[in-house]
């Protein structure tokens, strides 16, 4: 069965498939068709144990209701690499301020020997990510690791089964990776509420924006809906939480590689409505290797499956951003300048001369930074 382009919901895949060789290919045929002409879709019974699910969602509350000097002192401005604690309302996506509150926390990574004066900057955005004080919050930053750890390694495996399902030999992707221990994966943990009417800013949960690497793994950790993607005529789609159903989208790097066969697809996240609880979130994104330049590689796919990508219909308006105009930067100065200007106040600090060049006006007001 094909899924047209102008689908009204997004395929769900079913991991047990890959199990056995005679559902194995089913398995292949969905995701060619979800990489193709949606760009999303969910993954049902995960490799992801539910009680790990479950203990880490259990923290969420706690985390967020920590005193906000607690929270404060985890401040990303800390950190030249981006990771740490951002207030409400903070980040940027589109100009306009996102009404969510969050840490960015990263796999483990020893960056002792990444970056000293002379090396490419974009080497100091990998680092160590800020952890609460344990005392605060007993045993998340265990867990978190673990769950992180988890998603790591399926993400490891999607990229062959994406690879295999455009065509390519299953290593067909493995250039655009480092050995595992020289690679940092970014995650966040992210709470999105309007605490009351009065202080509503805006509507945007996370504005409407593709995601820029290869893969990423959501977990909608509460059950409020919000999230939706954009389909080829530009209508929203409703993609609503499913417990221990992840949400798997493909990034502009992605689509860049594969000539476009993998669709970036547009999305954001409405606020709940004022007064209620908020929503939590859980993204992972996959990294590809800080120094590959992705113009630079042209990968062969079969005639067969590059027919596809002509059948699905021509994509109308989008309201997002575009990436594609860095791809011939090294990925890791992509992600840098991507940072910078989501992130002005860190870039300030951390990266005055970036700074400068982004914000040549200085720090932007509400509704100038890109
Ligand atoms: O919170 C969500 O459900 C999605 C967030 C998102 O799209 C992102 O952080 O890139
Ligand atoms: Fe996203």
């Known amino acids: 069965m094909t899924t047209v382009a102008n689908f009204t919901s997004i395929p769900t895949l079913n991991y047990d498939l890959l199990a056995s060789p005679d559902t194995r290919p089913s398995f292949i045929q969905q995701l060619q068709d979800a990489l193709i002409n949606v760009g999303f879709l969910y993954l049902e019974h995960p490799p992801i144990p539910a009680s790990l699910i479950d203990e880490v969602v259990a923290y969420l509350p706690r985390l967020f209701a920590l005193p906000q000097e607690r929270k404060d002192a ?10 740490g604690y951002s207030r409400l309302g903070v980040e940027r996506t589109k100009g306009v301020a996102d009404q969510r509150e969050q840490f960015d926390l990263a796999t483990p990574l020893d960056a002792d020997d990444r970056w000293t004066p002379g090396k490419p900057e974009y080497l100091r955005l990998w680092g160590p990510s800020q952890w609460p004080e344990e005392e605060d919050v007993p045993g998340f930053k265990t867990a978190f690791v673990r769950y992180l750890a988890a998603v790591e390694n399926l993400s490891h495996e999607f990229v062959q089964l994406v690879a295999e399902s455009l065509g390519l030999a299953p290593d067909g ?13 970014r995650s966040k943990v992210q709470s999105s509420s309007i605490p009351t009417r009065d202080e509503v800013a805006s509507e945007q949960g996370v504005g409407p924006h593709f995601d820029a690497g290869f893969l990423t793994f959501l977990l909608q950790a509460s059950d409020h809906p919000g999230l939706q993607v954009q389909n080829l005529s530009g209508q929203w789609i409703d993609v609503p939480p499913r417990p221990y159903t992840f949400v798997i989208n493909f990034g502009k790097g992605l689509e860049s590689v594969t000539q476009g066969l993998a669709r970036a697809t547009s999305h954001r996240v409405l606020a709940p409505l004022a007064g209620t609880s908020p929503r939590y979130s859980i993204p992972f994104f996959q990294n590809i290797a800080q120094d590959v330049r992705l113009s630079e590689h042209v990968l062969e796919f079969p005639p067969e499956v590059l027919k596809l990508k002509g059948q699905r219909g021509k994509l109308g308006q989008t309201d997002s951003v575009n990436f594609s105009e860095y791809d011939s930067l090294p990925s890791g100065q992509v992600s840098l300048i991507n940072r910078v200007k989501s992130h002005p106040d860190v870039a300030e600090k951390h990266y005055p001369d970036l700074f400068k060049q982004f914000f040549p006006y200085g720090m932007p007001t509400h509704g100038t930074a890109y």
């Open 74 to 83: 985890l401040r990303m401005a800390n950190s030249p690499h981006f990771l």
């Open 173 to 185: 992707l493995a250039r655009f990776f480092d050995a595992r221990e020289r690679m940092q994966h």
